[in-house]
């Protein structure tokens, strides 16, 4: 049975293709089915955005960073373009999640946990079907931003270069941009901080989960981050 949230969702997305066959300014003429299947999915990924329970600024700081991680690590400035729209996706599949899960303290339960842990698999099942290069690549990002380098990730566990790049950046975009925020079990941390708990780890968190490739060109673009307006 569809949980009685994620009907609502899929019934407004429904009701955005009459509005898009009526074409605009820009679009006259009728949009292709592809067009119609898209524009449904760019309207749920803003209002997911809109509602991200860390804040509606957090998806595109985590896609600003991914783009200069990406220019640091040498992408092209289209791959980069479209990286950055992609990464706002990452935790799109919360606006799937079951109500009373999000919000909670930091600590979960093992069950909670693996519901939460189910954010990555419904973002990537939502995008996945995509025509867009940055929802395709969205899909990507979504699935696999929560894989670590060292294997000790989810949902897959995925090691090393098994994991997308376009994940491995948003992996360190978000974990920054996490760390510099506050939250309600926590406090927002300083720039340099947060680059010295990426770079040495702590008791909950190891360098040996990100690409050491995407630590580095983190480091090259710190000064950009430090004056990055939050």
Same mark, same amino acid.
């Given at each position: 049975?569809?949980?009685?949230?994620?009907?609502g969702?899929?019934?407004?997305?429904?009701?955005?293709?009459?509005?898009?066959?009526?074409?605009s300014?820009?679009?006259?003429g009728p949009?292709?089915?592809?067009?119609?299947?898209?524009?449904a999915?760019?309207?749920f990924?803003?209002?997911?955005?809109?509602?991200?329970?860390?804040?509606?600024?957090?998806?595109?700081?985590?896609?600003?960073?991914?783009?200069?991680?990406?220019?640091a690590?040498?992408?092209?400035r289209?791959?980069?373009?479209v990286?950055?729209?992609? #990464?706002? %996706? &990452?935790?799109?599949?919360? +606006?799937? /999640?079951?109500? *009373?899960?999000l919000?909670?303290?930091?600590?979960?339960?093992?069950?909670?946990?693996?519901?939460?842990?189910?954010h990555?698999t419904?973002?990537?099942?939502i995008?996945?079907?995509?025509?867009a290069?940055w929802?395709r690549?969205?899909?990507?990002?979504?699935?696999?931003?929560?894989?670590?380098?060292?294997?000790?990730?989810y949902?897959?566990g995925?090691a090393?270069?098994a994991?997308p790049l376009a994940?491995?950046?948003?992996?360190?975009a978000d974990?920054?941009d996490?760390?510099?925020?506050?939250?309600?079990?926590?406090? #927002?941390? %300083? &720039?340099e901080?947060?680059? +010295?708990? /990426?770079?040495? *780890?702590?008791?909950?968190?190891?360098?040996?989960?990100?690409?050491?490739?995407?630590?580095?060109?983190l480091?090259?673009?710190?000064?950009?981050?430090?004056?990055?307006?939050?």
């Amino acid at each position: 049975m569809v949980p009685a949230r994620q009907a609502g969702i899929m019934s407004r997305i429904s009701r955005i293709r009459p509005v898009a066959q009526r074409g605009s300014a820009a679009s006259p003429g009728p949009l292709e089915p592809d067009a119609y299947h898209d524009a449904a999915l760019e309207a749920f990924a803003r209002q997911a955005i809109a509602t991200d329970p860390e804040g509606p600024d957090h998806p595109f700081r985590v896609g600003r960073i991914a783009g200069l991680l990406g220019g640091a690590l040498g992408l092209p400035r289209q791959d980069r373009a479209v990286l950055e729209r992609a #990464a706002a %996706l &990452h935790d799109v599949g919360k +606006a799937l /999640l079951p109500p *009373g899960v999000l919000g909670r303290a930091r600590t979960l339960g093992r069950g909670a946990r693996r519901v939460m842990e189910s954010h990555t698999t419904l973002g990537a099942g939502i995008l996945a079907n995509g025509a867009a290069p940055w929802l395709r690549l969205g899909a990507v990002v979504a699935l696999g931003h929560h894989e670590r380098w060292d294997g000790s990730g989810y949902p897959a566990g995925l090691a090393g270069e098994a994991v997308p790049l376009a994940a491995r950046i948003v992996a360190v975009a978000d974990v920054y941009d996490a760390l510099r925020s506050e939250r309600a079990y926590k406090e #927002a941390q %300083l &720039h340099e901080e947060a680059l +010295a708990r /990426l770079a040495e *780890g702590d008791e909950r968190m190891s360098p040996g989960q990100f690409d050491p490739a995407v630590l580095r060109a983190l480091a090259r673009v710190a000064p950009l981050l430090a004056t990055m307006p939050r």
